[in-house]
């Protein structure tokens, strides 16, 4: 099983808050990413990273933003939070090259009312 | 545009019982196919991955197919059990950029039931 990590796994906030959520990896992995998913929909591309002070915006529109200032954390942060943004967030890291296999952490399922 | 099309979207069957889940893909150029299994509210676990070269790969009860000429791929359960009640994901790969960019379908949503 991989080693990434996701806090909270549940967060119920109102509308306006500025939110981060945590992402953290112990297996090294110069990549990293941030999906969003809503129920019985695909997965899309929010925001990656290729390595510590490198990030880059996904497939997929998002107020949100990103930092990577340590190889393991890569936080998402919300300034105000609204119920468009109310969705399940996956994080997710991997190696450079090689078959380029995505490793998942267990999501943050968060609601916005 | 690049798409990843599965089918059924949902599925339920008796415990015991075997499957068969359906990708086709538009992924080009190609690099690699994977199948995740996402349980209720937790992230995607890679079940197998194939190269263009590879046509089938096995994992336990798992077995996924593919033919990069059709471009179609297929995930076989054997002799279900409960704890294989999932969404299972097909995942492609492509070789065109270096940040190893994936084009994931909605996924089929299995129900195995006892």
């Known amino acids: 099983e991989a080693d990434i990590y996701q806090t909270p796994r549940y967060l119920v906030i109102g509308t306006g808050k500025k939110i981060t959520l945590e992402c953290s990896q112990t297996?090294?992995?110069?990549?990293m990413y941030w999906y969003q998913q809503d129920p019985g929909m695909e997965l899309h591309l929010i925001h990656y990273?290729?390595?510590?002070?490198?990030?880059e915006k996904g497939d997929l529109s998002s107020e949100s933003t990103v930092s990577r200032i340590r190889t393991e954390h890569f936080p998402l942060t919300l300034e105000s939070a609204r119920p468009s943004h109310t969705s399940q967030y996956l994080c997710?890291?991997?190696?450079?090259?090689?078959?380029?296999?995505?490793?998942f952490g267990p999501g943050t399922r968060l609601t916005v009312l | 545009k690049n798409q990843v099309e599965q089918s059924p979207q949902s599925l339920i069957i008796l415990e015991g019982k075997n499957c068969t889940l359906q990708?086709?893909?538009?992924?080009?150029?190609?690099?690699?196919l994977r199948w995740y299994k996402q349980d209720t509210g937790r992230g995607p676990v890679s079940l197998t991955i194939?190269?263009?070269?590879?046509n089938t790969k096995s994992n336990g009860r798992y077995t996924a197919t593919l033919d990069a000429d059709t471009k179609q791929s297929s995930l076989h359960i054997t002799a279900s059990q409960l704890s294989d009640s999932a969404s299972y994901i097909c995942?492609?790969?492509?070789?065109?950029?270096?940040?190893?960019?994936?084009?994931f379908g909605r996924g089929t949503q299995l129900t195995v039931w006892p």
């Open positions: 997710a890291s991997g190696l450079a090259g090689g078959t380029d296999t995505q490793y």
């Open positions: 297996m090294g992995h110069d990549k």
């Open positions: 990273s290729y390595g510590v002070n490198s990030t």
């Open positions: 990708c086709n893909y538009t992924v080009s150029p190609f690099s690699n």
């Open positions: 194939m190269t263009f070269s590879e």
């Open positions: 995942v492609v790969s492509d070789r065109g950029s270096t940040l190893g960019r994936l084009y």
